[in-house]
């Protein structure tokens, strides 16, 4: 695999848990070649994981037909990842160890936390009737 | 892929040590909260060691899994110590304010070490 920048690379996957992990294992191949001495690249891979789990649960209901998008753009500036699904979007939950939330619950609102707190930018948005969201990363120098 | 879960207990003095391996995800919930009465405390065990040194990717299902535990672990009067979490989960943990929850040492042989240190108070 050639990977060099500007490097633009897209995947659909079925909303099934665990179907993030096909992206996951391509995408650590590609940040390995474009960034091998990156300290972000966990910080990337677990940001779009919790991305896509939020698509299959949240925005697709774990209908395995349902698609979920994920469009990846790399330049010299960073890396912009934007995840589509079916739904009709979300409002932020963010969720705190002490709530006795059902354990949906919790896991929606960890995984928000985590793409927030990992992400340099993390955004949601529609596009021609699908939501999303949209990762950012900055590159390493 | 998604790699299986799997999980043993090991037991050894006045400890239950789990050892993990595989993917920490949604498929880990029922091996996971099936392998070990986690709510009442068993007789002569005072400490639950987490081993998650075989784990390869935890997600928020499976951090979500692990406040539930810990949970359920504090409530029945466990200690709950964890080691082989690499620096990046760590990092998530302290995030979720899971590391709150559990004491998160290098290796087996500095829990032992402290959970010997504990009794001898």
């Keep these: ?141 | 892929m998604e790699e299986t879960f799997a999980a043993n207990v090991r037991e050894t003095g006045q400890t239950v040590i789990i050892d993990m391996s595989g993917d920490l995800s949604k498929s880990a919930h029922e091996p996971l909260l099936g392998l070990f009465n986690w709510e009442t405390k068993k007789e002569d065990t005072c400490c639950i060691i987490l081993n998650f040194s075989q784990i390869n990717y935890i997600n928020s299902l499976g951090i979500a899994l692990l406040i539930r535990l810990t949970r359920k672990t504090e409530r029945a009067g466990y200690q709950t110590f964890a080691y082989g979490i690499s620096p990046h989960y760590h990092k998530l943990f302290l995030m979720v304010g899971l590391a709150e929850h559990m004491m998160i040492y290098p290796d087996e042989y500095s829990i032992m070490q402290r959970i010997e240190t504990l009794n001898s108070l």
């Design chain 1, 1 to 141: 695999m050639i990977v060099c920048i500007p490097y633009e690379k897209h995947w659909t996957l079925d909303s099934v848990i665990g179907e993030e992990k096909v992206l996951l294992d391509e995408l650590a191949v590609i940040l390995m070649k474009l960034d091998p001495a990156s300290a972000r690249s966990n910080d990337i891979l677990s940001a779009v994981a919790e991305a896509c789990l939020n698509a299959f649960e949240h925005g697709n209901r774990l209908i395995p037909t349902l698609p979920v998008q994920v469009y990846m753009v790399v330049d010299d500036g960073g890396y912009c990842f934007r995840i589509f699904d079916e739904g009709s979007g979300f409002t932020p939950i963010l969720s705190s160890i002490d709530r006795t939330d059902t354990q949906q619950k919790e896991a929606r609102g960890w995984g928000l936390l985590i793409m927030r707190n990992l992400a340099d930018r993390c955004e949601c948005g529609r596009n021609d009737d699908h939501f999303y969201v949209e990762l950012q990363f900055r590159r390493s120098e």
